[in-house]
């Protein structure tokens, strides 16, 4: 049972313009929420992450909007550039857990 | 560059097989976990150890077994291999004990393809 989703597989931007990627989750003592970014023949790699004491974390470019009543987490990045090309995955534990759960993905592409 | 090494990159094998894939973790790290991701799917937790010992299981299947060796490198052993085993095997590292709070660093994974 996939406790994190991410129902958009892909999603296109024109660089310099906004893109929202989405999460959602099931478990309700999830309190922690990261999200990983992934190029080709690569790991992740970590960007940015949001506690649930947060609503909003912000770091340069990129923001994540937490809605803990509708289990509900976005990334926002503005403006999107071609090097932001990637696969995005969103990923949450509960902190007194040990371990992260996984998103399928989406993966951005940025059109100069 | 992450820090952790995973060897190797590509692996070919046959059902009914035996494999084992090995990772170094970034230099200081303690905890190592291992992560498979299958097609269309997201990152699966399977298993982490912490300093040499077994720290949090995931969805491992029994045919899977790892370890952690003194010099803190970990190796995933998969035997009686079936197509379904086909899959992107990462590995990840963080200082620190709690799976569920240290930021991961991850290798670059190894794809293996079971024929």
């Known amino acids: 049972d996939q406790q994190v989703k991410q129902n958009s597989p892909s999603l296109s931007v024109q660089e310099g313009r906004i893109s929202i990627l989405n999460c959602d989750y099931t478990?309700?003592?999830?309190?922690?929420f990261l999200w990983y970014k992934k190029y080709p023949a690569e790991g992740p790699t970590f960007l940015i992450s949001?506690?649930?004491?947060?609503d909003k974390n912000e770091d340069g470019r990129f923001t994540v909007f937490l809605n803990k009543s509708a289990k509900h987490l976005s990334l926002h990045i503005v403006p999107s550039q071609p090097g932001d090309s990637a696969v995005y995955f969103c990923?949450?534990?509960?902190?007194?857990?040990?371990?992260?759960?996984f998103g399928t993905g989406t993966s951005l592409t940025v059109i100069p | 560059d992450s820090g952790v090494t995973q060897t190797p990159k590509h692996l070919i094998t046959a059902t009914g097989q035996r494999v084992t894939l090995r990772c170094s973790p970034r230099?200081?790290?303690?905890?190592v976990y291992w992560y498979q991701q299958s097609l269309d799917q997201g990152l699966q937790f399977l298993i982490q150890?912490?300093?040499?010992?077994?720290?949090a299981k995931g969805n491992i299947l029994e045919r899977f077994s790892a370890q952690q060796f003194p010099d803190l490198h970990s190796e995933l052993n998969l035997s009686s291999l079936e197509l379904g085993d086909s899959a992107l095997y990462f590995c990840?590292?963080?200082?620190?004990?709690?799976?569920?709070?240290?930021?991961?660093?991850f290798g670059p994974g190894t794809r293996l393809t079971v024929l």
């Open positions: 990840a590292s963080s200082v620190g004990p709690s799976g569920g709070i240290n930021e991961q660093f």
């Open positions: 478990n309700s003592m999830f309190d922690y």
């Open positions: 949001i506690s649930s004491i947060k």
């Open positions: 990923a949450a534990s509960a902190v007194r857990g040990n371990q992260f759960y």
């Open positions: 230099s200081g790290d303690l905890s």
């Open positions: 150890y912490y300093n040499g010992e077994e720290r």
